[in-house]
């Protein structure tokens, strides 16, 4: 299986998710049935500390954990709401990794964004594609893990936005190995074509809010240009 193959089972998750999340639903049932559909659509495991779906709603779609501590919590989903999916597949040693966020409103998912009936999500969403449309416009081979750090941060800064992972990096290479990754981060000045593959996953929220944000993809270079996985 390759990294494409594994990458798309966990952007048919989210499309699955979107048929079964429900008000009423709990996270850990939300959790358990991504998981599931991962298993029986050709993922062996997952990579990240063998979690296969953070799942956040409301208010803790702000939080950002290492997978260390992640607990899913009790929370039900709202009939208006916010809900964040991580998804983790791996196969072989192949990893895929895949992060979305949706909304529900009068309890049906918003299927564009500019749907999205709350201003604050609607925005955040909107910043979100915003990031990685700039993201295809802006890195090239030659562009520093630590450039491509300081331009988005900037970005999101500018926007209005704080970038809310716990470590502030924007996302990191895709490797065999959890601690073989390096970041986007500062002083990480490796260029991007040093590594075959890397994530793009800006969690951003307004300054003061309980909630976040996220939308994360899987890019490489490809004759030079860089492409969604």
């Known amino acids: 299986m390759e990294y494409r193959e594994v990458q798309q089972i966990a952007k048919d998750t989210v499309a699955y998710l979107k048929t079964v999340i429900a008000p009423g639903m709990q996270l850990r049932e939300l959790r358990r049935l991504c998981e599931a559909y991962m298993l029986s659509h050709g993922c062996e495991s997952f990579w990240y500390w063998d ?88 890195a090239s081979p030659q562009t520093t893990f630590a450039s491509l750090w300081q331009h988005f941060n900037g970005m999101i800064a500018a926007q209005g936005f704080q970038n809310l992972d716990f470590h502030g990096n924007l996302g990191h290479s895709i490797a065999k190995r959890r601690e073989d990754r390096i970041y986007i981060e500062q002083g990480n000045h490796a260029p991007l074509s040093a590594v075959e593959y890397f994530t793009f996953e800006p969690h951003i929220g307004l300054p003061g809010s309980g909630y976040g944000c996220k939308m994360e993809n899987i890019y490489s270079f490809q004759d030079g240009q860089l492409t969604e996985l």
């Open 51 to 138: 979690i296969g779906a953070f799942v956040f709603a409301g208010d803790e779609t702000a939080v950002s954990v290492s997978g260390r501590e992640y607990r899913t919590s009790d929370r039900l989903i709202a009939e208006n709401d916010i809900v964040t999916v991580d998804l983790s597949p791996q196969h072989g040693d192949i990893w895929g990794d895949y992060a979305r966020t949706v909304v529900l409103w009068h309890g049906k998912v918003a299927e564009s964004t500019d749907r999205i009936q709350n201003s604050e999500w609607r925005r955040g969403l909107q910043t979100e594609e915003l990031l990685h449309r700039e993201l295809l416009a802006f």
